[in-house]
């Protein structure tokens, strides 16, 4: 099963995992974001039902996917770009769109003030 994770990443995390992974450590596959706001922000509720439907699915057209998720193709097409410009799910050359992982995980840590 392949599963990518989501979660925000400080700045100092990312550069650790970069050169982590540029000795070549693997590091897994993850998608992150630089605070919990952007992932909230990104991720809403409606996008969140179009990438479980695309979880899995393989490539997919717009008016697939709005046909899954039971939505307008218009409004469905926003959502979809928006999750295409943060990285989230991918286009191929024929110009379908994919999520391609069986499985999402989220990871974050809220902790207390300064």
């Known amino acids: 099963?392949?599963?990518?994770?989501?979660g925000v990443l400080s700045q100092d995390d990312?550069?650790?995992?970069?050169?982590?992974?540029?000795?070549?450590?693997?590091q897994?596959?993850?998608?992150?974001?630089?605070?919990p706001a952007l992932l909230f922000q990104?991720?809403?509720q409606l996008?969140?039902?179009?990438?479980?439907?695309m979880t899995?699915?393989?490539?997919?057209?717009?008016r697939e996917i709005a046909r899954r998720v039971g939505r307008d193709v218009r409004r469905v097409s926003d959502d979809v770009h928006?999750?295409?410009?943060a990285g989230v799910i991918d286009r191929s050359e024929d110009g379908a769109f994919e999520f391609p992982y069986d499985a999402v995980h989220v990871d974050?840590?809220?902790?207390?003030?300064?």
Do not use: C, D, H
């Open 82 to 85: 928006a999750l295409l410009n």
């Open 42 to 44: 990104t991720m809403t």
């Open 108 to 114: 974050f840590t809220l902790k207390a003030a300064a």
């Open 28 to 35: 897994g596959e993850y998608i992150g974001f630089a605070t």
């Open 1 to 6: 099963m392949r599963t990518v994770t989501l």
């Open 56 to 62: 899995g699915a393989g490539p997919l057209g717009l």
């Open 14 to 26: 990312f550069s650790k995992r970069f050169i982590a992974a540029s000795k070549g450590e693997q």
């Open 47 to 53: 996008r969140w039902e179009i990438l479980e439907a």
